[in-house]
C-alpha cells in the first residue's frame, strides 16, 4: 500500500483523527494565532492540543493558575519567556514545559522574531476559554482584564494576584 492510500485510509476512519498542514480550527486572539489540533472530541475529553503562533513583541495572558487541568508547552521555535510565580525562564527551541494545576503562570514573547509552540491541555476544559475570548474580539468588545477574568472563572482558572 501507498503512503498516499495510508493517508486516505486513515483519514476515512472515524476513530482515528489527522489533521493536515494548514488544518483544523482557528483562533486568532490579537497577535496570537492559535490552530486547534485535537479539541477533545477525539480523545474523550481527555485532551487537547494547539499551535500558537506568537508574533514579536506578544505578551501573554496575566499570570493565573488552573484548578482542574494541566497545560503543556513545547517550543517548536522561537523563544518564549515563561514566568512561573516569580521566576523567568526563556525556554527555546525543542524545550518542553509542563505547568500543573495550582502553579501561577504566564508566558509571552519577547523577542523580535515570531514564536511557535506547541500547547496541550488535559483535561480539554480549558479550549474554550479561547474561543470564548476570540468570541468576545469578534463582538467588537476588548480584551480588557476584566473579561479575560470572567472568561476564565468558567474554566476552574483564577488570576495569581499575588504575583500581579
Sequence with gaps: MTEEARTSELRTDSAVSVVGPGGGET???????MRVLEDGSHTGHRLAI????????????????????DEGFYILSGTVRFTVGDDDY?????????????????????TDQPAVML???????????????????????PLTPQANIDATSRYATEPATDFA
Design 90 to 110: 526563556d525556554a527555546t527551541t525543542g524545550t518542553f514545559v509542563m505547568v500543573p494545576p495550582g502553579v501561577p503562570h504566564t508566558f509571552a514573547n519577547l
Design 27 to 33: 483562533i486568532v486572539l490579537g497577535s496570537t494565532r
Design 119 to 141: 500547547s496541550t491541555f488535559t483535561p480539554d476544559l480549558y479550549l474554550q476559554y479561547f474561543r470564548d475570548l476570540q468570541e468576545v474580539l469578534a463582538g467588537g468588545q
Design 50 to 69: 494547539a499551535e500558537s503562533v506568537l508574533a514579536p513583541h506578544t505578551q501573554g495572558p496575566p499570570q493565573h493558575r488552573h484548578a482542574q487541568h
